[in-house]
């Protein structure tokens, strides 16, 4: 705990981005000190082109005209990827996400970079333009807690509660209805194995009203299901007059800290001294792991957030060259070195590069 207290007393904002030091990470996971989420990239292969190609190779998605938190990594893989292929053209509409997969289907865009999984409506609206789904790669790791970009999904509970870690079954039976991971409710302390004053009091679950927030919940706890637990207090961002606004995570572990028998999904972000997080894992007996950098990337850590590139590409045909040749810049060591230089991303390991590569073959 006082590990964790240390963490929250230093972290600060500066801008958009947060100061969340490498340093603290492996504080707070209890690990030798050192960047070696920063050092990943060093370990993957440099950029090879496999041919030359020219021409515009135009970018759709995530991104905002009133904070252009992708500029500088678009303006980074720009000048790399011109070292190698100098007649190539990267046209920028990162504006947001909503937009990204509208301009494949319609031929406005090669690329889709997204700044979440693909929704089910998204998928779908392609599938019915198209007769066949988007053809998705994954580019980069979620950050562990910095606004913009995809920061992971963590489980708390109040300070005092004794519970240390959960699966995703036992989170499913919590904050879902169906339980596609298991036959039961779990509406009560007792339910988990604790004893005394908890055993029969009644869980109270706290979670995100955000639909975005909401459906990664969906698929990646209760496998699909969109039938919650009838008790479920749920928190959106709350703009005040002046035009500042309070954060949802931050009212979710709000208003955990002052309830003992409430179980609550947030980020580290907002956690405050009275609410502590939960090892997760995928199944009984573990592993369980808490969320870092290290367990995000490689993504150990069952919540970890994935960030997708789309591109239109029919069943059975090649990608276009120059797509082709600017997604395996994008999971080269140069790539991936931007994402960590100009963004909160965390890059991809390099199992999961090379998995990504083999989709392109």
């Not at 600060?12 to 490498?22: I, N, S, T, Y």
């Not at 870690?165 to 298991?182: K, M, N, P």
């Amino acid at each position: 705990m006082i590990k964790w207290l240390f963490k929250q007393g230093v972290r600060a904002l500066a801008g958009r981005r947060a100061l969340g030091p490498a340093v603290l990470a492996c504080i707070f996971s209890g690990v030798a000190a050192s960047p070696s989420y920063a050092q990943e990239p060093a370990t993957l292969p440099r950029y090879q082109p496999e041919q030359i190609v020219s021409g515009p190779i135009r970018l759709w998605g995530h991104g905002s005209f009133k904070a252009d938190f992708m500029g500088q990594l678009v303006k980074a893989w720009t000048a790399g990827f011109n070292k190698y292929h100098p007649d190539a053209r990267i046209e920028n509409q990162l504006y947001g996400t909503a937009s990204a997969i509208g301009a494949l289907y319609t031929g406005a865009g090669d690329i889709a970079i997204l700044g979440e999984e693909i929704s089910p409506a998204a998928a779908a609206a392609f599938s019915r333009a198209k007769r066949y789904p988007p053809f998705g790669v994954d580019i980069a790791t979620g950050s562990l807690d910095v606004a913009f970009f995809d920061y992971a999904n963590m489980i708390f509970v109040h300070k005092d509660n004794p519970l240390t870690r959960l699966t995703l079954a036992q989170a499913d039976a919590i904050f879902g209805a169906e339980h596609r991971r298991g036959p039961r409710n779990i509406r009560t302390w007792g339910q988990l194995g604790l004893k005394g004053e908890w055993a029969n009091r009644r869980i109270t679950p706290y979670s995100w009203k955000d639909l975005d927030f909401s459906l990664f919940i969906q698929d990646a706890v209760m496998e699909g299901s969109h039938r919650w637990n009838n008790d479920l207090k749920e928190f959106g961002h709350l703009k005040y007059a002046d035009g500042t606004q309070y954060d949802h995570g931050k009212r979710i572990l709000d208003a955990l800290a002052s309830d003992r028998f409430g179980i609550a999904i947030s980020n580290i972000r907002y956690a405050n001294p009275n609410v502590r997080p939960l090892a997760i894992a995928r199944r009984a007996g573990g592993p369980y792991y808490e969320a870092t950098r290290e367990t995000l990337i490689s993504q150990d850590y069952p919540l970890t957030r994935i960030i997708p590139a789309f591109v239109d590409r029919a069943p059975g045909q090649p990608l276009d060259p120059k797509v082709r040749e600017f997604l395996r810049y994008i999971l080269s060591r140069e790539g991936q070195q931007d994402i960590v230089r100009t963004t909160g991303y965390l890059p991809l390991d390099a199992k999961s590069i090379r998995e990504q590569l083999r989709k392109l073959q």
